[in-house]
């Protein structure tokens, strides 16, 4: 700041930094939509603050604009006002409804679940096999089950969630099939 005055120029930055501020509350003012400040935004906003002639505010400034091209370029533009649909994006919890799963059969070397039909608005179940998507079941596609064979000793966490059309709603809780072979229920709720 004293190098602000000392140029002359502390007036203008104040009332550029006082429009900023003021656009911000605005942002923050309007209903159903999210300020998010992103860091290449943040480096926007203090780039002004470095234009005085000194050696930091060079290092600052080179600070800033590696900040500004490596959030743009890692992330890309996004929007600093944000519904809350967009904010949860794509893997985000939905509050959907969670399938009900019976008790696993267990055989030596595999397991088999089975469902009970999925509720009006969906038409399909997904099942994870240690976070990936190995089984797709519809409606109209037989059985309301599925069997896994087992390849090695080990733990392998299964989660279950309704799909309408090819979009998946939100998953269980991992169940786990322990390497002894007993069964670990899934708890309540959805995975986050």
Request: hydrophobic share 40%.
């Amino acid at each position: 700041i004293w190098y602000l005055r000392l140029e002359g120029r502390f007036p203008r930055y104040l009332a550029l930094y006082a429009i900023m501020g003021g656009f911000l509350l605005i942002c923050i003012t309007i209903p159903q939509l999210n300020l998010r400040i992103h860091h290449y935004v943040l480096a926007l906003l203090l780039l002004p603050g470095t234009g005085i002639q000194t050696r930091p505010s060079l290092l600052y400034q080179g600070i800033l604009v590696g900040l500004f091209i490596n959030g743009t370029a890692r992330w890309g533009f996004d929007s600093i006002l944000q519904t809350p649909d967009a904010l949860r994006g794509s893997d985000g919890q939905l509050k959907s409804l969670l399938p009900n799963i019976t008790t696993p059969i267990i055989g030596a070397a595999n397991i088999t679940f089975g469902w009970a039909f999925p509720p009006e608005r969906y038409d399909g179940l997904s099942v994870l096999v240690n976070d990936v998507e190995r089984y797709r079941w519809y409606e109209g596609e037989g059985d309301s089950q599925f069997t896994w064979d087992r390849e090695h000793n080990q733990k392998e966490y299964f989660r279950f969630g309704y799909m309408s059309g090819s979009v998946a709603a939100d998953y269980t809780k991992a169940g786990v099939w322990e390497e002894d072979g007993s069964w670990r229920k899934m708890k309540a709720g959805p995975s986050r």
